[in-house]
Every structure is written in C-alpha cells, then in structure tokens.
C-alpha cells in the first residue's frame, strides 16, 4: 500500500491581496507535495482561505456587498495567483463550506459535552482589528501589544475552551517529539512559553450582537465561534470532504477520505502564528482525543531590501509581478535557495536576479546547452546507453543521496536539498573542463561516449530531482534529454529510475532547445 502524505498551508485571510508571504508557504507546501509525489506516495495537500470575523465583515459593508459575496470575489486573488504559480493542490478549502461550518459545529457540541467548554463571565480587553482579547497586564498604555492599536474594555458572557489544564501534557508532548515543532529554535521558544507562563483558558466565542459573520455555536445560537477556532479546524475538516476520489480510503471498509487523512504530517506557518497553531490547536485535538499532527513548521519572514515589508511602506511584493518579469520557476527556486526555510531573509530584485544569472543560467542552463550542442555536433544527437564514468559517479551518488534525504526532506531543509542538487550540476561542469570532449572527439570515441552519457545521466537525475521545486524546467529538461513524461516516466519507472544509471528501453535522441535561463542583462549584474 502506498505511504500517504498530508501538507497545509495556513488558510489566508481573505481580506489581504496575496503577497509574497502567502507566496512562500504555500510554494513550500507545493515542494513537499510534488517530491512526496514523484516518489510515489499518495499525497493530499490542501490550502484555502480563511472566510469569518470582523474584519471581512466590515470590508463588505464598506463594499455594499454581503460578506460571502465580498469573500467570493477575493478569493479568485489566491485561486489565480496559485494556479500562476504552479500551486498543484489538492483541494482548496474555504471556511464558509457548509461541510466545513458542519465539522466545525460536530467539535464544538462534542467538546461542550465532554465538558471541555464553560460559559463564563468574562472582562477583558479587546482588540478589534486583531480580534481578541488581552489581559490587564498584557495591554501597553490603552493599546493592543501586537498590532499598537487601541483595546476596549470589554465584560460579557462568553464560552471558554479549558485549555489551561492541558498545559502540563503539551509540555510533555513537545519533550517527548523532538521534530513536532520546527525549528528547534522555534519549539524551544513554544516550550519556554509553556514552561515560563500559566496557560489561560481560550475564549472561543463571540456574541452574535458584535459579530455575526461566523459560524453559530451549536449549544447557544446567541453566540459565533471565535474566527481561529473555526480556522484550525480547517486541516481536520478536509479531510471529511475534500479528499478528491483518486485518493481512495486507506483502511478497509472506509467511506472514502475520512479520518484516514489525519493526522497531517506537515503544518506549514508563518512564525507569527505559532501560537495558535502549537498551544491553541494542539490542545484543541487533546480535548477531541484526535491524534496531533506530525509537525507544524513555523518559517521566517522576508524583509524587502533590509525593512519590513508593509503596506504603508509601499513595498509590498506582488508575486504576479516578479514571475511576470523573472519567470515562476526562478521564483520558486530563489525563495527556497536564497535563505534556510526557518530563518528570516531579505528579498531584493538584485538578489534574485543574481541567483538566475549565476545558478540558473551559467551553472544549469549553460551546462545543458553545451551538453546538447555537442550531443549534437559528436553524435548527431543519439547518446548511447553506456555507463557512467566510476570517480565521477562515486563524488554524484552522495549528493543524489543527500538530496533525497528523509531526514532533509522531513525536515525541509531545502537549501541543503538544493545545494546537493548543484553539487551535481558543478561537478558536471567540472567533467565537461576535466575531459574535454571536443580534444576525445578528435581521438578517443570509446571515452567521449562514456563521457557523454555521464552527462546525460546526471542532467537527467538533476532534472527529477530540481522537478519540485521548478516543475516546468524539469520537464523541459526531460523532453530536452529526449526522454518522455517526467512524471509519468518516473512513476513508470520507479525504483529504479532514481538509481545512478537507469536506461531507458527506448533510444535516445536529443536535439538542441531553448535556453533554459537566459541571462538579465542589467547595469549591476553586467
Ligand atoms: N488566517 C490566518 C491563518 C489561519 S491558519 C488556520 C492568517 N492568515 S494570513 O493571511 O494573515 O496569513 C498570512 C501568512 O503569511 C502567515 O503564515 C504569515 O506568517 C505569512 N506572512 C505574512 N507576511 C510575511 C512575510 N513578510 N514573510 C513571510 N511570510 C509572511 O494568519
């Protein structure tokens, strides 16, 4: 039976225009999703949009629309954009699915009859914008600690999930499963939190005279569901009714997705919602007695060009508009090559357009085209199915190992994933200037075969492995190679096509093609 494979994004507000941030998370879920793919496991990855609360209320009203309506047109920003970049999810959910709002009311009446939820008065203050609530002490000089904004002071009947008495096994849960949270620089900060505070319990409602746009509490219709608890639930619901029919029940006798999906085996966040995801949803699957998932990984931030990105600094970063002039596939490549998934990094247009003329075009595309060029002008293109130089292979196979690492993967270091990827890439380089090919083609024809072919296989292993992070460079390097599908020819031939000297059964003839990456001539990078 196929290993399964389950990966989230956050649900984004649908309030906001996508940005780079949403970019990069759900780019990173896509990475995850494809390599998880290409090495044939069944994988569900899913994002989508977060749909209730205050705030997408009131943009509607200022619209003259209803909140779904409002929310039906933002949502075609993420939809598109994901599609632009080569986002191959699953399913998207949206929180206003009434299958969605029907889970998340199951939980809610499951947990109030486990007496897991209790109304009680409460007084606090209230952030608006940010829609929660803070304590006395938390609160700097009348305004929210977060956001700078003013609170208001609140008292009211509302209903609390008791978080607080899970504290001591969160705790436990997060010593016991070292990869639960990742990086460990971001577990240590959660286990310090835990350690260092007295958990609160979490207010998990909202009086429908405040809000109405949310989903009503099943035990109390004078009352919607505070907007993350419906949100989190996101990642279980899914897998109730949106786990597509390719994807067939993994036990027997299931009814087709179910709980088969859960748990997930990766949360991808941001770093600012660790929190919520690591104490608030962790919690809320021990009082359900629902497993947790397998990791939550919480990433960096990018600055632009060294400050902080914002939308009254006016330096937003479109994504449509950095692929539109740089390509998706550099995109893709530069956010996950530039910086460690985990740590902060900076994004300049120089930046990227540096990684493409170095990495992409010089190392990558350059190394292609010769190779072609004199596939072509040796061989009239036909690469004989010989074997691969042995030193040459020894020094390849440890970065082809390196980069299909379970435990790099597992533990996304796609930096270190890339970096062995580009072992391979120079270290090809370094064969065509060690060799020569144009000085055996003069006088050596058994060796320039040999080498040709080493070439050709490892562009075609670099091709299957550079595949998820820039899916339409590696087909076109496949097809460039004279191979068919990648995706299909992969999965036809697994295992061993990722072996070091796969043949194909068919013969193989390569002719010349586009380059790959063509190099930006600007002022600097000349
Ligand atoms: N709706 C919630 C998530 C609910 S998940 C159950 C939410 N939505 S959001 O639209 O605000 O999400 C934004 C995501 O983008 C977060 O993961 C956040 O970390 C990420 N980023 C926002 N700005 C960012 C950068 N400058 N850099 C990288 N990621 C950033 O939160």
Redesign the pocket.
């Known amino acids: 039976m196929k290993k399964k494979f389950y990966v989230t994004t ?4 649908v309030n ?1 225009v996508p ?4 970019a ?2 759900t780019i990173a879920a896509d990475i995850l999703a494809r390599y998880n793919r290409l090495i044939n496991r069944d994988v569900f990855s899913l994002t989508g949009t ?1 749909e209730h609360g205050q705030k997408v209320e009131k943009a509607a009203q200022g619209k003259g629309k209803t909140p779904k309506e409002h929310a039906d047109l933002m949502v075609k920003n993420f939809k598109n954009l994901w599609e632009r970049l080569s986002i191959s999810n699953d399913a998207f959910i949206r929180t206003t699915d009434d299958e969605h709002k029907m889970v998340v009311q199951e939980l809610l009446q499951k947990l109030y009859d486990n007496g897991e939820i209790l109304k009680r008065t409460y007084s606090g203050w209230y952030c608006t914008p940010d829609e929660r609530f803070w304590t006395e002490k938390e609160v700097v000089e009348g305004k929210c600690p977060d956001c700078g904004r003013p609170v208001e002071h609140i008292e009211e009947d509302n209903y609390f999930f008791l978080m607080s008495k899970y504290q001591e096994r969160l705790i436990k849960y997060i010593e016991d499963n070292p990869s639960y949270i990742l990086p460990e620089t971001r577990r240590n900060e959660v286990l310090g939190f835990l350690k260092n505070n007295t958990l609160g319990d979490l207010c998990i409602s909202r009086p429908r005279h405040r809000l109405s746009w949310g989903i009503p509490l099943p035990f109390d219709e004078n009352f919607v569901t505070y907007v993350w608890f419906d ?2 639930v ?1 990642y279980f619901s899914a897998t109730k009714y949106l786990v597509p029919p390719s994807h067939p029940p993994l036990s027997k006798g299931g009814q087709g997705g179910g709980d088969d999906w859960w748990p997930a085996d990766h949360h991808l ?5 660790l929190t919520t995801h690591a104490v608030y949803w962790s919690t809320m699957l021990m009082a359900l007695k629902l497993p947790l998932p397998k990791n939550i990984f919480a990433h960096g ?2 600055t632009i060009e060294g400050k902080k ?1 914002s939308k009254s600094l006016g330096n937003v970063v479109d994504p449509y508009e950095i692929v539109d002039k740089y390509g998706v596939d550099a995109f893709r490549y530069f956010l996950f090559r530039e910086v460690p998934f985990g740590l902060d990094g900076d994004f300049s247009e120089q930046a990227l357009i540096n990684r493409i003329n170095t990495d992409l075009a010089n190392d990558l595309g350059n190394l292609l085209s010769r190779f072609l060029a004199m596939a072509v002008k040796y061989f009239e293109g036909k690469i004989e199915m010989s074997k691969s130089l042995e030193e040459f292979k020894v020094y390849c196979v440890k970065s082809l190992v390196g980069a299909m690492d379970e435990q790099n993967w597992s533990h996304l270091r796609f930096n270190l994933i890339l970096e062995n990827i580009w072992n391979i890439v120079s270290e090809t380089n370094n064969l065509i200037a060690r060799e020569e090919p144009w000085k055996l083609a003069k006088d050596n024809q058994a060796r320039l075969k040999d080498v040709m072919y080493s070439i050709w296989n490892s562009l075609r292993i670099i091709a299957f492995l550079v595949y998820p992070f820039m899916p339409s460079t590696a087909e076109r390097m496949w097809r460039q190679l004279g191979l068919k599908s990648l995706t299909e020819e992969v999965r036809d031939g697994l295992p061993g096509i990722f072996s070091w000297d796969w043949k194909p059964a068919y013969e193989i003839k390569v002719s010349k093609g586009e380059h790959l990456f063509p190099r930006i001539e600007t002022k600097e990078a000349k």
Do not use: F, Q, R, S
């Open positions: 956050p649900i984004y507000y906001d940005h780079i941030g949403h990069y998370t977060d949100a989190l996101n966040i941001g770093k600012d919602i931030w990018w990105m």
